[in-house]
């Protein structure tokens, strides 16, 4: 958008109903995957930019977006000796240093640390950058990249170098087959808790119905058992001590 100010301001978002799956980062307009797992085939995802002007303009566009079953096999992560959120602010430019140097159509998939996120972002650390890389439309053997990568790793670390004003180093790992990002384990961890809380309310409400029931029950014996004693003795005392029946007590006397 040409525009200054709020006029040139654009946000972006998703408009279809795709949400589950993908997601959009409304500042960049780059795609992400949620969930995709088991997923295969085209799906398409209507964008939409909105500039933040008084009367708001907007403009749609048709993202179509193909998913391989098979990119799990061909997924490569290179690794950075540098604090994650610096790599974050300049993924864009490692992407582009990694297309240069490649050749081919880079697609990051993620982006995280080994470090909890806090200690991460507040020291030096590795940080992961998940990789796959295309040919045209054909997705490239993790073999053939990761050759590629070692085989360019000396000019990789230069224009690295540039971006981030700093000697970076790099080294590559292939990604495991169920490798979960600490993000993920710390929202399956915190699933588990809330099973168990949730496991240990019912249980305790379920034992107070119980007991509740339990005297309730034995209150109820406690009245029957004391009104048949008032039937079967009519000059039972009730409990301030007085005589229950007068009239009953005066047609025995006479």
Same mark, same amino acid.
């Given at each position: 958008?040409?525009?200054?100010?709020?006029?040139?301001?654009?946000? @972006? =978002?998703?408009?279809?109903?795709?949400?589950?799956?993908?997601? +959009?980062?409304?500042?960049?307009?780059? +795609?992400?995957?949620? #969930?995709?797992?088991? !997923?295969?085939?085209?799906?398409?995802?209507?964008?939409?930019?909105?500039?933040?002007?008084?009367?708001?303009?907007?403009?749609?566009?048709?993202?179509?977006?193909?998913? *391989?079953?098979?990119?799990?096999?061909?997924?490569?992560?290179?690794?950075?000796?540098?604090?994650?959120? +610096?790599?974050?602010?300049?993924?864009?430019?490692?992407?582009?240093?990694?297309?240069?140097?490649?050749?081919?159509?880079?697609?990051?998939?993620?982006?995280?640390?080994?470090?909890? &996120?806090?200690?991460?972002?507040? #020291?030096?650390?590795?940080? @992961?950058?998940?990789?796959?890389?295309? *040919?045209?439309?054909?997705?490239?053997?993790?073999?053939?990249?990761? $050759?590629?990568?070692?085989?360019?790793?000396?000019?990789?670390?230069?224009?690295?170098?540039?971006?981030?004003?700093?000697?970076?180093?790099?080294?590559?790992? &292939?990604?495991?087959?169920?490798?979960?990002?600490?993000?993920?384990?710390?929202?399956?961890?915190? =699933?588990?808790?809330?099973?168990?809380?949730?496991?240990?309310?019912?249980? @305790?409400?379920?034992?107070?119905? $119980? $007991? !509740?029931?339990?005297?309730?029950?034995?209150?109820?014996?406690? !009245?029957?058992?004391?009104?048949? &004693?008032?039937?079967?003795?009519?000059?039972? =005392?009730? !409990?301030?001590?007085?005589?229950?029946?007068?009239?009953?007590?005066?047609?025995?006397?006479?």
């Amino acid at each position: 958008d040409p525009d200054a100010g709020d006029n040139g301001l654009v946000l @972006y =978002s998703l408009v279809s109903s795709q949400t589950s799956e993908f997601d +959009i980062d409304q500042n960049t307009g780059q +795609i992400f995957t949620v #969930s995709v797992a088991g !997923k295969a085939g085209t799906f398409y995802l209507e964008v939409q930019a909105t500039d933040q002007g008084t009367s708001r303009l907007t403009g749609q566009t048709t993202v179509n977006v193909t998913v *391989d079953s098979s990119s799990g096999n061909n997924i490569l992560v290179v690794v950075l000796n540098e604090m994650i959120n +610096i790599v974050e602010r300049n993924i864009i430019e490692v992407k582009r240093v990694l297309e240069d140097q490649l050749a081919w159509n880079v697609y990051i998939i993620d982006v995280y640390s080994s470090e909890s &996120e806090s200690k991460a972002r507040s #020291s030096t650390d590795v940080t @992961y950058v998940k990789i796959t890389a295309f *040919d045209t439309n054909q997705e490239v053997p993790a073999e053939d990249v990761k $050759r590629k990568l070692q085989e360019q790793k000396s000019d990789i670390e230069v224009e690295l170098e540039k971006i981030f004003s700093r000697r970076v180093t790099t080294s590559i790992e &292939e990604a495991a087959a169920d490798s979960a990002s600490p993000e993920r384990v710390a929202t399956i961890v915190l =699933s588990v808790l809330l099973a168990c809380s949730l496991t240990g309310f019912l249980v @305790y409400v379920v034992f107070t119905i $119980r $007991r !509740k029931r339990k005297q309730q029950q034995q209150y109820l014996v406690k !009245k029957q058992a004391e009104v048949a &004693e008032s039937i079967d003795n009519p000059w039972a =005392s009730d !409990k301030n001590g007085s005589v229950k029946s007068l009239e009953k007590l005066e047609h025995v006397n006479n």
